[in-house]
């Protein structure tokens, strides 16, 4: 059945009066002709559908474009072009905000919606329901995770894409797409983590006028929930904070440690930590009135300040990494909910166990996973373009769980170096160069961890390499200085975090640098030479190929068949 028919009530229109016949136990049985659609609910239901291809025709009529005359500008600058008439004629909101506005006016979304963040599929399913009156089933890239275990009912993705819908629509004042919303988020509502609740506490809080039902729904899942009174007081207003924490006082479901503020030491701590000064902390620590686990400042670190404060955090080394909070979380749980690759590395580097499960039964990874979206996993996932964050953690988290990191030197070319220190530091300024060119995210995290920029960059000309400074190392003899020492430390460690966490990276690294051409392939001058672009199209070919995989195995998950027993096939039947 076509996607925009899904979910009609009366779109599956037939004009015969055909009969089909079964064989149930050797008798026939005549199926009754089906019931023939007036002529007027057709011609609305091809109306609807005629509008509806307006947002989902793929690729979209190219007239309708040329007739818009206002654009919502959304997610860097995207622009989605609608029609004042239509959406006026839908959309009080829309006929108020076009009454003071000019033709072909473009419209920040992020003006209109101040209060929670919609994305452009949440908003087309806005816009799409608007134009056709119909609902349409939920965008398989966007509704579902990385998790193969996940029903995908009510996991982060899919909770995310329901609640902008609900905002976006009560912003537009869409109030059967609201009522909709509501009832499709409290059919789900039990199979949502704690902390998927509290988003959806969040936004039925803000669209308390329309959504009565699932605020209060909403409050009775979180008032007997685990949740700690400082992730509450971070995500609600003060008022609703103390209306949860009276409530499970009076009905006896938290114990003090989650319903009660830290006392005055531990604030200051915090304090401290949000204002990125471990210096204070480490003061405060010397009061001896607590100390880091006792404080669970590794956690608030990492859940809430800036990932420099939390690597200085960790060079401390008076904290346990594998320390769990009064929810069972560890401090790698909480990295993976953040989603930040360099701290996840550090945390793995200080000895975190990736394998330690949280009290519901998931590891990092897995909560890694149950975060992402494959759009997202898959996205800018070409050569040269940098890995989206949102991979890079669950490869990462992956990556530590198997434990096999690459063995012995980074490459043949540093094993020949041997005990040539300046042939080392020529050849580790090179790679790291190279790898900031073909993976920049993985580049930073690593070169951020081992403090690379905090050394100075080795320059020089050789005859066989890359142009980088006026002094020719063959002409002059190398001294190997206390500087060259520092960046020689920084980059081993860069190279080795690389092999340790992106063996993926590194194996690439390593074929293009143990070529036998390479230093003819990094020369930068003599672009014109024939042997250059040769070596240089193999190599191009070679990351084309890993693209071309990679956007199968993507297209692949997309397109599971709705027969499969899989849980993205389970998608398919639901709204959202």
Known sequence: MDARTAFSDSNDVSGGSTTSTCCAVGVNLTMPPPRRIPPGIMAINRLSEDLESIFFDNPPPAEFDFFADARLTVESGREVPVHRCILSARSAFFKNLFMSRERNAKLDLNEMMKEWQVGYDSLMAVLGF?????????????????????????CRPAISFMVEVLYASFVFQINELVSECQRDLLNVLDKATADDVLIVLSVAQICSTECGSLLERSIEIVVKSDLDIITLDKALPQLLVEQIRKMRTKLGFASPEINHFPDKHIKRIHRALESDDVELVRMLLKEEHTDLDDAYALHYAVAYCDSKTT?????????????RNPRGHTILHVAAMRKDPKIIVSLLIKGARPSDLTLDGRKAVQIAKRLTRPI???????????????????????????????????????????????????????????AKLLFPMEAKVAMDIAQVDETSEFKFIDRNCSKRTAVDLNEAPFRIQEEHLCRLKALSKAVELGKRFFPRCSLVLNKIVDREDYPVIADTGNEECPLKRKRRMEIQEDFSKAFTEDKEEFDRILNLPSSSSSSVGKMKERKW
């Open 130 to 154: 608007i134009y056709s009156g119909r609902i349409r089933v939920s965008p398989k890239n966007v509704c579902v995770c990385m998790d193969d275990q996940c029903s995908h009912l009510a």
């Open 311 to 323: 690597m200085e955090l960790l060079d401390l080394a008076i904290a346990d990494v594998n320390h």
């Open 376 to 434: 997202d996993y898959y996205k800018n996932s070409n050569d040269g373009k940098a890995t989206p964050k949102d991979r890079l953690c669950i490869e990462i988290l992956e990556q530590a769980e198997r434990r096999d990191p690459l063995l012995g030197e980074a490459s043949v070319s540093l094993a020949m170096a041997g005990d040539d220190l300046r042939r080392k530091l020529l050849y580790l300024e090179n790679r790291v160069a190279l």
